[in-house]
């Protein structure tokens, strides 16, 4: 399983329902946009005040090297995020949008 931490800085204040209701609209909207054959298992969403922390769970794709595997799992949180935070009307209004992925790995160069 590999597991990808990403967050979203907010653009307006907190909405003015409960931490929870928000975080499960937030995992609403990224179900909605999951590929189903992408490998995503869980998701659990953290508000705060100035933003929102999501960890999403993959399956671990059979790959050469580990490196390649979390580097899929990283490539493939950042789509949804991206692509969830360009169809969603309410994503787009709260939150600010990712930065482009950056190439970490050498081997990946």
Do not use: C, K, N
């Not at 949804?80 to 050498?106: K, Q, W």
């Amino acid at each position: 399983m590999d597991i990808v931490h990403v967050g979203l800085a907010r653009r307006l204040p907190p909405p003015d329902t409960e931490p929870a209701v928000e975080e499960a609209e937030a995992v609403d909207v990224l179900w909605a946009h999951a590929d189903r054959g992408g490998g995503l298992q869980h998701i659990t969403a953290q508000a705060s005040v100035d933003r929102i922390d999501f960890l999403l769970y993959y399956l671990t794709r059979t790959t050469p090297a580990p490196a390649a595997a979390t580097t899929t799992a990283t490539a493939a949180a950042h789509r949804l995020i991206t692509d969830a935070h360009r169809a969603s009307p309410r994503f787009h209004r709260r939150y600010l949008p990712l930065e482009p992925l950056a190439v970490t790995d050498r081997a990946e160069r």
